[in-house]
């Protein structure tokens, strides 16, 4: 797939299970984060995003943390199942018009 | 559920040639982008689109990159005289609000 060769991070969990993936970020500016989920040929799927006036938000099965002081943000996955098996990204804003992504992280859910 | 669609999936094109990738955003959203992805690679911008017009660009989108949304549905690339260095998936997005990007599943492009 396109993250061959990153060398990302990776992740085993068992199914059932909770994920935590981390991100670390660069830009104190940033004021907007994102996580996108990429399947193996397929497109960032968005999952997930947090204002930099928050510090944790939830979804259906996910939450975001965001810890501003030391340019964290983490998304954490309850009950990993095998279709949660992809490469995770974070990525930011600072308030103009586009997104910076980060490496990603692969996680991989054993059956 | 709407989704943002691209078209074709695979772009085979040879050095010095114009290619033009396809996008249908989706049809209530007011903001698009380009991002690419080149193999091992982080996703990167490219430029987005506001108004009928480029709203923001990266130094990646150089003269031989333009984008058009010639009908009020479509949103296209066109690259006008393709490099090796090219090669890559390029993603379509589109949001209602600034920022909260919805991609499609991306043209691979091939350049050889």
């Known amino acids: 797939g396109e993250n061959v060769g990153l060398h990302l991070p990776t992740l085993s969990v068992q199914e059932g299970d909770n994920s935590i993936i981390n991100c670390a970020y660069s830009?104190?500016?940033?004021?907007?984060f994102i996580w996108y989920k990429q399947e193996s040929g397929k497109g960032p799927q968005f999952i997930i995003d947090?204002?930099?006036?928050?510090d944790k938000r939830q979804g259906q099965r996910v939450t975001v943390l965001l810890n501003k002081t030391v340019k964290h943000l983490s998304l954490q996955i309850a009950a990993t199942q095998p279709g949660d098996s992809a490469v995770y990204f974070c990525?930011?804003?600072?308030?103009?018009?586009?997104?910076?992504f980060g490496k990603g992280n692969q996680v991989v859910v054993i059956p | 559920e709407p989704e943002v669609t691209q078209t074709p999936s695979h772009q085979v094109t040879q050095m010095g040639q114009e290619v033009i990738l396809h996008c249908v955003p989706i049809?209530?959203?007011?903001?698009f982008y380009w991002y690419r992805q080149i193999l091992g690679q982080k996703v990167e911008f490219l430029v987005s689109?506001?108004?009928?017009?480029?709203?923001?660009k990266s130094e990646i989108f150089d003269d031989q990159f333009s984008v058009e949304r010639p009908d009020g549905s479509n949103f296209t690339l066109k690259i006008r005289s393709t490099k090796l260095e090219d090669s890559a998936m390029y993603f379509c997005?589109?949001?209602?609000?600034?920022?909260?990007?919805?991609f499609g599943q991306g043209t691979r492009l091939t350049v050889v």
């Open positions: 689109f506001y108004n009928n017009e480029i709203s923001e």
């Open positions: 947090i204002r930099s006036n928050m």
């Open positions: 990525a930011e804003s600072d308030g103009n018009n586009r997104l910076a």
């Open positions: 049809s209530n959203h007011l903001y």
């Open positions: 830009n104190s500016a940033s004021d907007y």
């Open positions: 997005a589109s949001s209602v609000r600034i920022r909260e990007a919805f």
